[in-house]
């Protein structure tokens, strides 16, 4: 039977006090009896009785042999010694704590009632006196242990069942409180995604219908046609992400380098610059792909407004459990301790969020090299 930190404390007590009186009693039979089979037996059965009750205690197991061989133990000590039946009313709690059922319990303890009667009747013989004095008493004694013990295990029951309640409510409450979050969170995804729909992609939209028009109404060599295409391709490809930011499954796997193509395409149309890109065909969740195209995107816009390169490289690769995004140029440089601006600092929270980081290696005159590390899972 389990008890709970009250019943163990009390045990633990009682094992106290149960050590003190085999220590005594044994000490009394070796110091104060005469030699005899008497002592002999007595100092026998109480080392036996000790032995057992250690190793039941120190390796947990045949606590059964210990509870027979102490009903055994008592009903000798109670035929060999006078007063010894009083053993049996200390050792009671033992035939409730390390008993495995109420029945074992209600069994072991009456086998040493039994056995402590048997005992007495034994050494003092059967009399009128003896009847009403210690079998009444021994009776009773037993009695009032069988109420006592079925109430206690009654108690630590029902309070094992408030725990098990309690861990289930407790358990219960933390699933309810995940999937009420779930669901705002949906709910959230859900607004945005109309907010994003009605005015930035309506907006967007609107970009690529005006540009198409205002270049069918210019001849195809005048100079302005070019960054009329600019603008409606670049309008066409943030419509199409700003689409896929509000429709995709954020845990589900993409590749990423079909959409760094088309954000390096479309710099090198812009910039006239040369891009040697080397992207592997990497499968990553949203929040990842969006933290490296977001990195990409600044890196080439700080390129473009401040690096006065002329080639720049992109390499995309996996390593181990993670995504390695490198960027380099060949342009002025700059010292990183003094850069200014947030879009470096923004780069690092974002892909710290994913439990990524950011190495920003540059100085004047040597270029710069922009390293994002992400794990290939991103956020969980």
Known sequence: MTAGPFWATTLRRWNAVC?????????????FDRPGPAKVGTLALLGLLAGCYALVLRYRVLPHLYLGVLALSLSGLAYLRDGYAALFIVTLPHFWALARSWHASVAFSGLGAAG?????????????AYVSSTITATLIVYAASVLIGVWVLRVVEESHERARVIAELEET???????????????????????????????????VVLAEAARSGLDPQHRSVRQLR???????????????????????PHPIADTLRRTLDRFTEDTRLTVVADLADVDLDQPTRIALLRCTQESLANVRKHARASTVSVTLAPAGAEVELEITDDGVGFAVDRAPGFGLDGMRKRLAELGGELTVTSSPGDGTRILAIVPAGGHA
């Open 230 to 252: 600019s603008i409606e391709a670049t309008a066409r490809e943030n419509l199409a992400e700003a689409r896929d930011l509000v429709g995709a499954d954020r845990r589900q």
């Open 173 to 207: 409450q933390a699933r309810l409180a995940a999937a009420y979050q779930r669901q705002g969170a949906a709910d959230e995804r859900e607004r945005m995604a109309r907010d994003i729909h009605d005015t930035l992609a309506q907006g967007l939209a609107s970009i």
């Open 116 to 128: 402590t009667l048997v005992g007495s009747t034994l050494r003092v013989g059967w009399s009128a």
């Open 19 to 31: 050590w003190v009186l085999y220590g005594l009693f044994t000490a009394v039979v070796a110091v």
